[in-house]
């Protein structure tokens, strides 16, 4: 992390100029519209977290499937 915050991270530089927390209430009223959650199913991702997933997704012009891949990747990649 430190050596990604000493090439100047775009990452980093939103995270310290946004504040993505702001966008909660809205993307929550927005999504929880309708939903029937007795019918089970898988619970939802964070929608803020999905919300950065679009942001990095328009701003690195990925594709649904590589962005897709590249969360998989990381994801399997912290498990060990």
Not at 16 to 44: C, M, T, W, Y
Not at 53 to 73: G, K, P, W
Request: net charge positive.
């Amino acid at each position: 992390m430190e050596k990604l915050s000493k090439k100047q991270d775009p990452l980093e530089r939103l995270s310290n100029h946004i504040d993505f927390e702001f966008f909660r209430k809205p993307l929550r009223q927005f999504f929880d519209k309708e939903v029937d959650r007795s019918k089970g199913g898988r619970p939802a991702y964070d929608y803020v977290l999905m919300f950065k997933v679009l942001i990095l997704q328009r701003y690195y012009n990925l594709s649904d499937d590589t962005i897709e891949y590249a969360i998989l990747d990381r994801l399997s990649f912290m498990r060990f």
